[in-house]
């Protein structure tokens, strides 16, 4: 059996049916999904926190602290890409799902692709 937590950035109140929070450390809220074998086994809400202590790198370890192993995002800049990829934490790019639920289908139908440095922005968008 293989289990991944995955952190989806959502908009509030997060859950299935939330929209997605385009940009990962800008989120209202994370929708956390635990998946495995492919269905969805539990899933719950995390606060963020705020990027001032830590900058960029702050939510990367807090989702980290929370046993995270999947990222599904449409936006987050270089920095955080490269601290998620540091902490063994798979980020896919999930920016043109229309709600948290169907990035995490797309997600465990394996039809998502790893987020790529093409796809970081400036950061703050």
């Known amino acids: 059996m293989s289990?991944?937590?995955?952190?989806?950035?959502?908009?509030?109140?997060?859950?299935?049916?939330?929209?997605?929070?385009?940009?990962?450390?800008?989120?209202?809220?994370?929708?956390?999904?635990?998946?495995?074998d492919g269905k969805?086994?539990?899933?719950?809400?995390l606060p963020p926190i705020p990027h001032q202590q830590g900058g960029c790198m702050a939510p990367v370890q807090y989702l980290a602290q929370h046993g995270v192993t999947a990222l599904l995002a449409g936006g987050m800049g270089m920095r955080p890409l490269m601290g998620f990829n540091q902490m063994g934490i798979q980020v896919f790019f999930a920016g043109d799902q229309p709600s948290v639920g169907?990035?995490?289908?797309?997600?465990?139908?394996?039809?998502?692709?790893?987020?790529?440095?093409?796809?970081?922005?400036?950061?703050?968008?």
Do not use: W
């Open 40 to 45: 969805i086994v539990a899933q719950s809400t």
């Open 3 to 36: 289990k991944t937590v995955v952190a989806v950035p959502s908009a509030l109140p997060g859950g299935m049916e939330a929209g997605m929070g385009m940009h990962f450390g800008h989120c209202d809220i994370y929708t956390v999904v635990e998946v495995e």
């Open 102 to 125: 169907k990035a995490v289908e797309a997600f465990a139908a394996g039809r998502l692709t790893p987020f790529t440095v093409e796809n970081t922005c400036g950061g703050g968008h």
